[in-house]
């Protein structure tokens, strides 16, 4: 079965308000990446945790082993973070990624 | 034992000169990978196989080609190496239609 579980998988953003972005784990995960993918297929890395949270900005994610679940916040949402976000997990001792399905945000005016 | 495989590991080119990196994975895995990562960039696609010579170029291709003649072989070539070229390259495959991306251990080129 799928192993990480992101939602939501669309989510449509007025400028100025925020939301957040989950990915649920069937198992116990080592780390967490989340990534946003640019209009040519690179993934940009936004954060990456192996416990609690960080903040860049007006992004904020976090990221509980033991509970099986990372979140991405955004807050005042703006035009350019349009696109499509993706949480990917790894292992304890793995070097495999596993990515979410992937989140399609829209930000409009 | 299912892994990616990179060599080498660290390389030292000057400029000007061809660079050859190597990648193998034992899983059999029609789709495969080229990444560079660089500070504050994240994962940039070079190129994506998907299947044996059949090749795409990814967001930032220029000044690279790849070869894959086996499918558990992919390299990647720089001819003439450029200074901006020094990164680390990550190499991955994963299953047809998988979502799960299998990483090799990279590669730190430094090109002088």
């Known amino acids: 079965g799928d192993q990480v579980e992101q939602s939501p998988s669309a989510l449509s953003l007025h400028e100025g308000t925020g939301s957040a972005l989950r990915c649920n784990f069937t198992?116990?995960?080592?780390?967490v990446q989340w990534f946003r993918k640019n209009s040519r297929g690179s993934l940009i890395n936004l954060f990456y945790l192996a416990s609690g949270t960080k903040e860049n900005g007006r992004l904020k994610s976090a990221f509980d082993s033991k509970e099986r679940y990372s979140t991405l916040h955004i807050r005042d949402a703006q035009l350019e973070d349009s696109g499509t976000y993706f949480c990917a997990a790894s292992y304890q001792g793995g070097r495999a990624l596993i990515f979410g399905t992937g989140t399609t945000v829209s930000v409009s005016p | 034992d299912m892994k990616v495989t990179q060599m080498p590991r660290y390389l030292i080119k000057r400029m000007g000169e061809n660079v050859l990196l190597e990648c193998g994975q034992d899983?059999?895995?029609?789709?495969m990978y080229w990444y560079r990562q660089d500070p504050g960039l994240g994962l940039q696609l070079i190129y994506i196989?998907?299947?044996?010579?059949?090749?795409s170029e990814g967001d930032i291709p220029k000044g690279y080609r790849v070869s894959r003649k086996k499918r558990e072989h992919f390299s990647l070539i720089l001819d003439s190496a450029k200074t901006n070229q020094t990164s680390v390259y990550f190499c991955?495959?994963?299953?047809?239609?998988?979502?799960?991306?299998?990483f090799g251990s990279g590669t730190r080129l430094t090109v002088l």
């Open positions: 198992t116990t995960m080592r780390a």
């Open positions: 991955a495959s994963s299953p047809r239609g998988g979502e799960t991306l299998y």
């Open positions: 196989s998907y299947d044996v010579d059949s090749n």
């Open positions: 899983m059999s895995h029609e789709t």
